[in-house]
Every structure is written in structure tokens, then in C-alpha cells.
């Protein structure tokens, strides 16, 4: 397994579809350090700040350590042996398949398993079972760009790579923030700027994020209104000539009925609908005939009722300009998680088959039951993931198994996911961590090993296959994934009297590999030429990369032929239709939801190192100021945000980076970090009728004020900050406002921030202190006034602040944050440090949040320097900001130049 006392071992990080290659160091069984691959074509040695921070989210405490089950609901889960937890689960699944027949039982998967899983997975739904109930995350991520790239180019292959940005003249970025969520990629457009000032970058995205910040042209379209833009540009380039005829005529079809559709999309017309000047849409459009221009898209696109169509007319804009299959231009559909593209290749999806077959395609289900040695795959189309959880509430499916994905967070409308899988007669969840909201549901839980401990293969954006290596041995008795599923096919072939050995014989996920390659003889993603020892050999490879051949391909269709019956592109033909969901007067505002840039999803791994908090140590819902001031709500107050499907408390943070009636809420807080559950309480299961991805972009909602003048705010160094979390966590709910977290420092501490319309129940109040170590047997403070509402108690080591509890009408007293992070000498404090005010002391002011988390320093030192003139290069040379991994310099930029506007200005 690869796993010795101590070294070097190289992988790829298990966050975004960047996929950069990291060097692991290990020392007696743990990872000690991770570095950049300065090797690897992705990065180049480059890492950001969440793949710098890994070794600090490598938490043992919360780790599943062996296989549990519940006998019935209600009852607690029991440790047992993997023999008895997946005989139980073999049980379940056959006598459910028994009765009431293969579609009774489904499995859930993720963008962030290795190919080898998703294959394991995939086989064993389709091939052992016999049902395509086997749908994943990616349906939440990347089912749009799947569908738009077929509807198209007649196959899901992003046709671009990396290398493209440092020959593209322009730079098209829709619906995609990639200073945060591909922060690798972009210090890799950051250096062409800086060698190619003349580079130009449009930004299509209704916030002002800092990508869009530092764009030449940013079209903060109305949310939802990107075909109207993508038609309208169209319309421009017909009208002004500039339309590439040869290529048309020479590599694509269907350009005449767009043509027609075109004629009424004016840029006038989508000026109204997008809310952006029709000189802006004209001027975009030049630009991107111009070229050579690649397109960077994700989840603006995707994540909508019209994901396909905004995808599909954005290569429209490629096709009628000949902007593919060159140099430096094409649709580049960036991809989310680590291997949503791996996921895609094997068909890991309800609606897919292995190898870019599809499911409605019989002689394609042919092809694929004869590589497996099946009778046959079903031809019905599977549930996918809405679906699945519908059909769950509805008790047509009846048991399900989850891996790597926690649907109880990351799931829209939550309220139809939790009841759903409260409803289910059987829940599977197969993950690394025992605290995850999905865990509550689960009837068996699979401990699984997970990255730094398990081996296999990712594909990244640009179709480059890298491989994922063993550092050290899984933690007690978790297992790869991949050697889960087989097992369990194993027993329930037994079951249901079909040869689960013979279908799943593999001993090592290099063997489920070269079967994956097999598959792909003769298709479009043929790697028939890939193995484990071809790429240990020459490194991460691209493909197509077919037997015999001497590297993959850096650019797909260079011929401009396309996998398409003729072998022409199609045009795609669609009119703008707006989001699900439209502002009422009852909830006149718009919801769009994303990632911040230190934050993982939910939370599950990054949430676990303290100074990936400290970028944004609150959840807040942005809005504009005017929004905030008509509602009578100031900056930094505490809010209720009501949708037609839940309600979530939080703080409100005042920017005109959201336009007027937007709300922007961060997808990372769930039920662990936050009372109510986070985003997704608010969030529309509505989907895309040919992709079936969710719109979790777009929902409505109305805010208001609230009065919680009953602040508990509780702080300290604890031993084990995950176990803290972990007893936190159930208390949320039981406060009117509650988010909890960690912050970082040379101290990293556990923190949790609440607060009720009425006095704070004693008992709950003492089951917070028991975390923090309260009351203090030694080195304690306490400060009591309950008749005036005042209970604030500290407890000191040495010269150190360890914790303090302040229970009243403050919460203005974040400054002691940094006292206990931080270890200041607080001897000289005394009772200062409890008094009920909300000034800090002299020197100890809050030094808020931290901009850079290399040098760890805060963006007020920021401020303070850009005040006394500093620019970039002196903040960088005297503050060090942004001189280590990068993930911060689109920030200090934005800081500079809003400094150098309002010097202007006055
Ligand atoms: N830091 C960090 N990085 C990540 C992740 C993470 O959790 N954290 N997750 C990874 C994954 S799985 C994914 S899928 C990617 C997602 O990467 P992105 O898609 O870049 O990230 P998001 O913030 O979800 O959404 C991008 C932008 O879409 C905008 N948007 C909303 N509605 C519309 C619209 O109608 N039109 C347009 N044009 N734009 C709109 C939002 O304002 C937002 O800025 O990030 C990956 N990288
Ligand atoms: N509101 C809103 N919601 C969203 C989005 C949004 O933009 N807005 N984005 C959507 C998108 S694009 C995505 S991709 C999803 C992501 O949402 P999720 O799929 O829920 O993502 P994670 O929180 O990363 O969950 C991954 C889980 O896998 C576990 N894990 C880690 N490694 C392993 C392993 O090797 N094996 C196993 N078995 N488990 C492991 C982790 O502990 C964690 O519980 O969220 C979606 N939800
Ligand atoms: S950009 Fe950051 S998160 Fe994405 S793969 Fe690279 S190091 Fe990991
Ligand atoms: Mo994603």
C-alpha cells in the first residue's frame, strides 16, 4: 500500500477539479507536511490555501473508526465487525430487491471518489443489481456542462486545457468565481496578464467577486439571464458581420433556425432582461470574435433551470466565431470537485453508461453487459439525485447507500431531503468522519479511508488522469472504497444466487483501472494506452490516449471534426426563460448561494483547521446597502432570512458587491456550524429538464431585522477542538441565532456565537460551559450580576487567556478572540477582561479577519498600510501579504484600487 515509516509520497490534493499534484511527507504513520508538485502540469508546485492547510485537517478524533449499525430507528447504532455490517446490508438490499424489485434500492455517490470507486459502484448498481439508480453529487455540479457539451459537440469532453489561457487574447469567465474555487488556475491567468497586459477578461456574473473585480468588462447581469446575454452577443456578431461563415459552413449544422431565433435578441432587448447596458453586451461581443477566446465557466451556469441552455448557447458563441479547436480558444467547462470528470467517464450517473455510452442507446447497453459479462443493463433511465430523494419520501425507493457526499448539508430544500431520509426504511453512509449532519440518519455507517490513505486515479479539468497515492495505512479499520463495494457485491451476488466473484475479482485498484481502460477501447475517451506504470512512468497524462500512442491530446477537435452522427457540431437552439422562481411581494429579493475561499463545502475538512476560519470567521448574507437601510438593518445585525421553504438567522454584511434585491449566502455552514441548517433550508429543488441539476442559485426570499438581545458568546483552547464541535453542535438549535467555528493563531481556539429573544435557559448555558472547561477548577474569573442580566466568566493559564463565557447583552467583545489565539500576556488584565463592555482595552484591539493565511495577517494591518500609501508590491515587501501561496492577492488588489477610485474621487 505504499505506506513505509517515513518519506515522500506523490498525489494529487482531493479538493478542486484544478487538480494539483502535491508531494505528501510522512513520518510514523501520520502526514506531516504537503507540498506543492513542482512536476506536475496542473500546478507546477503551486498549491492554495486549502491544499497548504491539509496536514491541520487530518483530525483523528472524529474519524469512523469501524463499521456501526442500528437495528431499528430509535435505537443507538452499535460497533460491529465489516462481516456483520455488510451481511446486514446485503440482507436488506436483497430482500428488498426480492419484494419489491431492483429500483427499490439506490445508491448516492460523489465527484470526490477515485475513478476506481465509481466504477466498483457503477458495475454494481447497473451490472450486479440491475438498476441505474446510482446517481452522485456531480448531479448538483456538473450535469449542465454534461448535457450542453453533448447537445453541441456531440460528446461531454471539455476540448481546451490549461495551457490555452497563455494563448488566449480574451479571456470569457461566466459563472465562475476562480480567484476562489480554482485559485491555482488563477495565479496562472494572474502571470499571463502580467506578461500579456493587452489580455482582456469579461466577467458574467451578477456579484462583483474578485474575479470580476479585476476584469476590463464585468457584466453583473440580473441573476438567471445569461441565455439572453449569450443570445444577444450572438445577435451583435451576426448583424456586425463578424460571424467566422467558413467555419460554419465547413464544421457545424443547424446555424439557419438560430439564425431566425436570433432576430428578436437585440442587444436592447437582453439589455432589459439582464439589466446591463447594451453597449457592454456589444462591446463583449467584439472582444470575443476577436480572439482567440476561451470561455471559464461553472457554477453560474450549471446550477439552474436553464444549466443546459446557458451552457449550449455559450458554445454557440464558439462555433459561429471558429473560437475551438485552436490555441487559446473554446468552451472550457471548469469542473468542481477532484474527479467529477472520472465520475463522467465510467458513467457513474443515472442517465449515463461507462465509457460516454449512453443509457437510451441499446446497442450501447450491449457493448457495456457484454465488457461485464452481464445479461443485460437495464435500459431506465435511473433517479437522479432530487428524484432519488423524492422517490425516498414518496417510499418507492426504500433503501439507500451514501458515500462521500452528505446530502443532509449540500442538498437543496433540506427540508424534503432530511424527511426523506427519515422516511427510508434502510440509510447506508459510507464516509470518513462520524459527525457529518448525513450521519444522524444512518443506519449502518462504513468507515472509509480517505485521502493520503487510499490509492487510485482523478481526471482533473483539462482531462489530465493523475494518480492518488497511499501515504499512510487507513486509521483503525476504515477501507477503501472501491474494496468496500466489492465485498459487499460479493455477499449479495450470494443473496440473490448471481456470481459476485467472478464480476468483481479485482485485489487492487490498478485491476479495476485497466478494466476502466478496456471500456473505453474505440470511444472518443479512448485510454487504452494508460496504465498505472504509464503514468508512474511519464506522469499525469490527458486523453484521449489510445494504445500505441505517444502522449494524450492537449486540444480535442483541432480537425473541427466532432463525435456526432455527421460529425459536425449542432448549434443549439433556445430562447431565455427565467428562473424557477421569481420575486413576490411577499419575498422580493433574489438568493444566489457560493464558495468562499477557505472553505470546503460542508465544512467536513476544512472546517477542521482552525485558520481555514479565519478568512471568514461568521456565516453572514451579503446585501446591498440600500436593501439593508429600506429594512431598517445596519451593517454586521443580526437578520432573519425567510424563503417559502425554511428560515435561517444570521448576520448581515452591507456591499454593493451584490446588486440591489440579490442576497449572496455561502454554501459551507450546515447544521454542524450553524442553527437552522444552513443555506440550503432556503434553497429550490427545482432542475434543469434535460440535465437534472438543481437550481441552487436561484431562490426568493425576504429579510428581516431581529431583536436577540440575549448574547451568549463563548470562547477558549480546548483539548480537542473536533470533539468540542462535535458536543456543540446538537445545543444550535436550541438558540434563536448560533453558528460556532474555530480560529487560528498560535492558540487556535473553539468558538460559539448565540443568541435568543429571551433569557438564555440556565442548563443550556451550562452545557456550553462544560465544553469550554467551565467552571474553572483553577486560574478562573468570574463576574456575576444575573438580576442585570450579566454572567461573564474566564479562566486563565499561567499569563494566558484559555476561555471566557459572556452571558448578556454584549457581543461586542471579539477583541478577546485575539487575546486567547494570540497567548498575549493578560496578567495585567484582571477584572478588565470582564467587564460588560464592549471596548477593548488598550492594545488589545480585534484584529478581525485574517486576509492572508501564510503570513497570517489581517486585513486592518491591510488597511492601515494601503491608508499610508502602500501599494501592492510595499504591502507585500513589508507586511508579507500575498507573498506565499497567492490565494490573497486578488483581495489586496481589489483593496488598492478601491483606495486609488476614492483617492480620484476626492
Ligand atoms: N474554495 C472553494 N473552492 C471550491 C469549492 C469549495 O467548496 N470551496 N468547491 C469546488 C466545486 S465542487 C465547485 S462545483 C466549484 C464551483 O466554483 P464556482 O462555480 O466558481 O463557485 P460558486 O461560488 O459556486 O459560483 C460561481 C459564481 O456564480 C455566480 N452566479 C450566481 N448566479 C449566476 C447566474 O445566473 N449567472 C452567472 N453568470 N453567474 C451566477 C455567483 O455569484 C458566484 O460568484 O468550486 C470548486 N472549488
Ligand atoms: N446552496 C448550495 N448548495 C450546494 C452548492 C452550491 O453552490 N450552493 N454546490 C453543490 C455542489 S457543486 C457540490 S459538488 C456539492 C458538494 O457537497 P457534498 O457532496 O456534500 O460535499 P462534501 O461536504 O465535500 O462531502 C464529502 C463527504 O465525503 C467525505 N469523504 C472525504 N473523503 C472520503 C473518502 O475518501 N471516502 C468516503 N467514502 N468519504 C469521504 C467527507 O467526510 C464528506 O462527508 O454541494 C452542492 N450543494
Ligand atoms: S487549486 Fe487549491 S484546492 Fe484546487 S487542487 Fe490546487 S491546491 Fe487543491
Ligand atoms: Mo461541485
Redesign the pocket.
Known amino acids: 500500500m505504499g505506506a513505509s515509516d517515513a518519506g515522500e509520497v506523490r498525489s494529487t490534493c482531493p479538493?478542486?477539479?484544478v487538480g494539483c499534484g502535491v508531494r505528501i511527507s510522512h513520518a510514523a504513520g501520520h502526514i506531516t507536511a504537503v507540498a506543492g508538485d513542482e512536476t506536475h502540469p496542473a500546478n507546477f508546485g503551486k498549491l492554495c490555501s486549502?491544499g497548504l492547510a491539509l496536514p491541520k485537517t487530518l483530525s483523528r478524533s472524529s474519524r469512523l473508526l469501524q463499521p456501526q449499525v442500528r437495528a431499528s430507528r430509535g435505537e443507538p447504532r452499535v460497533p460491529v465487525s465489516w462481516d456483520v455490517a455488510l451481511d446486514h446490508i446485503a440482507d436488506r438490499f436483497a430482500g428488498s430487491i426480492e419484494r419489491h424489485g431492483p429500483d427499490s434500492v439506490a445508491f448516492y455517490i460523489s465527484?470526490q471518489l477515485l475513478t476506481e470507486d465509481y466504477y466498483v459502484f457503477n458495475k454494481l448498481a447497473k451490472g450486479l443489481i440491475g438498476t441505474n439508480n446510482v446517481d452522485t453529487n456531480s448531479r448538483l455540479?456538473?450535469s449542465s456542462a454534461v448535457a450542453g457539451y453533448k447537445a453541441t459537440l456531440g460528446a461531454d469532453a471539455p476540448p481546451a486545457c490549461y495551457e490555452d489561457l497563455d494563448h488566449a487574447a480574451c479571456l470569457f469567465i461566466?459563472?465562475?468565481?476562480?480567484a476562489?474555487?480554482?485559485?491555482v488556475l488563477y495565479r496562472r491567468i494572474e502571470e499571463a496578464r502580467r506578461k500579456r497586459p493587452d489580455l482582456k477578461t469579461i466577467v458574467?456574473?451578477?456579484?462583483r467577486?474578485d474575479?470580476a473585480a479585476e476584469a476590463d468588462l464585468h457584466l453583473a447581469?440580473a441573476?438567471?439571464?445569461?441565455v439572453a446575454l449569450f443570445n444577444a452577443m450572438l445577435h451583435v456578431l451576426l448583424a456586425e458581420k463578424r460571424v467566422d461563415r467558413g467555419y460554419i459552413e465547413a464544421h457545424t449544422e443547424g446555424f439557419e433556425p438560430l439564425e431566425r431565433e436570433l432576430s428578436a435578441c437585440t442587444p436592447e432587448w437582453a439589455a432589459g432582461v439582464c439589466e446591463i447596458s447594451a453597449d457592454d453586451i456589444r462591446l463583449a461581443a467584439r472582444w470575443f470574435a476577436e480572439g482567440p477566446t476561451l470561455s471559464l465557466?461553472?457554477?453560474?451556469?450549471?446550477?439552474?433551470t436553464s444549466g443546459t441552455d446557458?451552457n449550449a448557447t455559450l458554445v454557440n458563441l464558439h462555433l459561429a466565431t471558429g473560437q475551438i479547436g485552436r490555441p487559446g480558444a473554446g468552451p472550457f467547462s471548469?469542473?468542481?470537485?477532484p474527479n467529477?470528470m472520472g465520475g463522467r467517464e465510467v458513467g457513474g450517473m443515472a442517465n449515463l453508461l461507462s465509457a460516454h455510452r449512453d443509457l437510451s442507446n441499446a446497442a450501447h447497453r450491449e457493448e457495456v453487459a457484454k465488457l461485464w459479462g452481464v445479461k443485460s443493463v437495464p435500459d431506465k433511465r435511473g433517479k437522479t439525485a432530487v428524484e432519488l430523494f423524492e422517490a425516498l419520501n414518496e417510499g418507492t425507493v426504500r433503501c439507500v447507500w451514501i458515500a462521500c457526499t452528505n446530502p443532509a448539508q449540500s442538498m437543496p430544500d433540506q427540508a424534503l431531503v432530511r424527511a426523506a431520509l427519515a422516511r427510508a426504511e434502510l440509510v447506508v453512509l459510507q464516509d470518513c468522519y462520524a459527525d457529518i449532519e448525513t450521519a444522524r440518519f444512518a443506519d449502518v455507517l462504513l468507515p472509509a479511508a480517505t485521502w493520503g490513505e487510499k490509492e487510485g486515479t482523478v481526471t482533473n479539468s483539462e482531462r489530465r488522469i493523475s494518480r492518488v497515492r497511499a501515504a499512510v495505512a487507513p486509521p483503525g479499520e476504515a477501507r477503501a472504497d472501491w474494496e468496500i463495494a466489492c465485498d459487499f457485491a460479493h455477499r449479495l451476488g450470494h443473496q440473490l444466487g448471481r456470481d459476485g466473484e467472478r464480476l468483481f475479482p479485482y485485489t487492487s485498484a490498478e485491476e479495476v483501472f485497466a478494466e476502466h481502460c478496456e471500456t473505453t477501447r474505440g470511444r472518443d475517451l479512448d485510454i487504452t494506452g494508460l496504465s498505472y506504470a504509464v503514468i508512474e512512468e511519464r506522469g499525469p497524462q490527458q486523453w484521449p490516449f489510445p494504445e500505441g500512442a505517444a502522449e494524450g491530446l492537449a486540444r480535442l477537435y483541432t480537425e473541427g471534426r466532432f463525435p456526432t452522427a455527421s460529425g459536425r457540431a449542432r448549434f443549439h437552439v433556445a430562447g431565455y426563460t427565467a428562473?424557477a422562481e421569481v420575486p413576490t411581494e411577499l419575498f422580493p429579493l433574489r438568493l444566489?448561494?457560493?464558495?468562499?475561499?477557505?472553505?470546503?463545502?460542508g465544512m467536513t475538512r476544512?472546517g477542521r483547521a482552525a485558520s481555514l476560519h479565519d478568512h471568514e470567521p461568521e456565516p453572514r448574507v451579503t446585501m446591498h446597502p440600500e436593501d439593508l437601510a429600506t429594512r431598517g438593518v445596519e451593517d454586521g445585525a443580526l437578520v432573519r432570512v425567510r424563503g417559502p421553504r425554511g428560515t435561517l438567522t444570521l448576520r448581515a454584511r452591507s456591499s454593493d458587491e451584490v446588486r440591489r434585491g440579490d442576497l449572496?449566502i455561502p454554501?459551507?455552514w450546515g447544521g454542524r456550524f450553524l442553527a437552522g441548517g444552513g443555506v440550503n433550508a432556503l434553497t429550490i429543488s427545482r432542475y434543469d429538464p434535460h440535465s437534472f441539476q438543481p437550481e441552487l442559485?436561484?431562490a426568493i426570499a425576504e429579510v428581516e431585522g431581529v431583536v436577540l438581545p440575549h448574547a451568549l458568546l463563548a470562547m477558549g483552547v480546548v483539548a480537542d477542538p473536533d470533539r468540542a464541535l462535535a458536543a456543540l453542535a446538537p445545543l444550535l438549535d436550541r438558540f434563536a441565532y448560533a453558528s460556532c467555528g474555530l480560529a487560528g493563531g498560535e492558540y487556535p481556539a473553539v468558538i460559539l456565537r448565540a443568541a435568543c429573544a429571551n433569557a438564555i435557559p440556565e442548563h443550556l448555558v451550562a452545557q456550553v460551559d462544560r465544553v469550554f472547561g467551565f467552571p474553572a477548577t483553577r486560574g478562573g474569573l468570574s463576574y456575576d450580576d444575573r438580576s442585570a442580566g450579566f454572567s461573564r466568566v474566564a479562566r486563565r493559564l499561567g499569563t494566558r487567556l484559555a476561555a471566557v463565557r459572556l452571558l448578556g447583552e454584549s457581543t461586542g467583545s471579539e477583541w478577546l478572540v485575539d487575546l486567547i489565539t494570540q497567548g498575549t500576556n493578560v496578567a495585567g488584565l484582571g477584572y478588565q477582561l470582564l467587564a460588560p463592555s464592549a471596548v477593548a482595552p488598550e492594545g488589545a484591539a480585534s484584529r478581525g479577519r485574517i486576509l492572508c493565511t501564510c503570513h497570517d495577517v489581517p486585513e486592518a494591518r491591510v488597511a492601515e498600510g494601503i491608508e499610508a500609501g502602500l501599494d501592492l508590491a510595499a504591502l507585500q515587501s513589508t507586511l508579507k501579504c500575498g507573498t506565499g501561496c497567492g490565494s490573497c492577492v486578488p483581495a489586496l488588489k481589489r483593496l488598492c484600487s478601491a483606495r486609488k477610485r476614492e483617492a480620484v474621487a476626492a
Open positions: 479538493y478542486c477539479g486549502k465527484g455540479c456538473m461566466a459563472g465562475s468565481n476562480m476562489f474555487a480554482h485559485p458574467v456574473d451578477p456579484r467577486t474575479t447581469i441573476p438567471g439571464t445569461d465557466y461553472c457554477q453560474g451556469l450549471n446550477q439552474s446557458k471548469l469542473t468542481g470537485q467529477a428562473p444566489t448561494t457560493g464558495r468562499l475561499r477557505d472553505q470546503w463545502h476544512t449572496f454554501m459551507h442559485k436561484h
